[in-house]
């Protein structure tokens, strides 16, 4: 997890926000609301939201009210928490197709989680795994598999 993120105001302009984006090298970023030395996650914008909210305000010409990361954002994002482990954090970025994920505690942004981070983890984690373990390949007893389905949810 990354500590150290970029935010961005409720109050920042769709052409503040843009160049953010850009001069940070970011693909998004989380909207925060400061509250004490804390940072409250309001939700998340990306740049689809940007090029959404730009190529409708340059087709349909100035909305009204003016765009900022609060009216353009993304509410209620999906998040994780510190205690998340690996193989339910693959599955968030595998079902999603998400790229970073927001970690919380409580309504508090402590970081962020990316897919390098995951890859990065998982890889250590097999190559450990593998060295650790025998290194004949035992073939799966289907018949053992298969009787497990009727196990579930009773």
């Not at 500590?3 to 302009?13: E, F, L, N, Q, Y």
């Not at 190529?55 to 100035?62: I, K, R, T, W």
């Not at 900022?68 to 509410?75: D, L, S």
């Given at each position: 997890?990354?500590?150290?993120?970029?935010?961005i105001?409720?109050?920042?302009?769709?052409?503040?926000?843009?160049?953010f984006?850009?001069?940070h090298?970011?693909?998004?970023?989380?909207?925060?609301?400061?509250?004490?030395?804390?940072?409250?996650?309001?939700?998340?914008?990306s740049?689809?939201?940007?090029?959404?909210c730009?190529?409708?305000?340059?087709?349909?010409?100035?909305?009204?009210?003016?765009?900022?990361?609060?009216?353009m954002?993304?509410?209620?994002?999906?998040?994780v928490?510190?205690?998340?482990?690996?193989?339910?954090?693959t599955?968030?970025?595998?079902?999603?197709?998400?790229?970073h994920?927001?970690v919380?505690?409580?309504p508090?942004?402590?970081?962020?989680?990316?897919?390098r981070?995951?890859?990065?983890?998982?890889d250590?984690?097999?190559?450990?795994?593998?060295?650790?373990?025998?290194?004949?390949?035992?073939?799966?007893?289907?018949?053992?598999?298969?009787?497990?389905?009727?196990?579930?949810?009773?």
């Amino acid at each position: 997890m990354n500590r150290d993120v970029w935010t961005i105001a409720p109050d920042m302009h769709l052409v503040d926000i843009v160049a953010f984006l850009q001069r940070h090298k970011l693909s998004n970023a989380p909207v925060t609301q400061k509250e004490g030395n804390q940072q409250r996650l309001l939700g998340f914008i990306s740049e689809g939201d940007c090029l959404e909210c730009l190529a409708n305000e340059l087709f349909y010409g100035n909305p009204s009210p003016v765009q900022t990361a609060e009216t353009m954002m993304k509410r209620h994002p999906t998040c994780v928490t510190p205690t998340t482990d690996i193989f339910t954090l693959t599955s968030i970025f595998m079902s999603h197709k998400f790229r970073h994920l927001p970690v919380v505690e409580g309504p508090m942004l402590l970081g962020i989680i990316s897919r390098r981070d995951i890859l990065k983890s998982l890889d250590k984690y097999y190559r450990e795994w593998s060295e650790t373990r025998d290194h004949e390949r035992f073939p799966v007893d289907l018949h053992e598999i298969m009787n497990l389905r009727f196990l579930v949810g009773k």
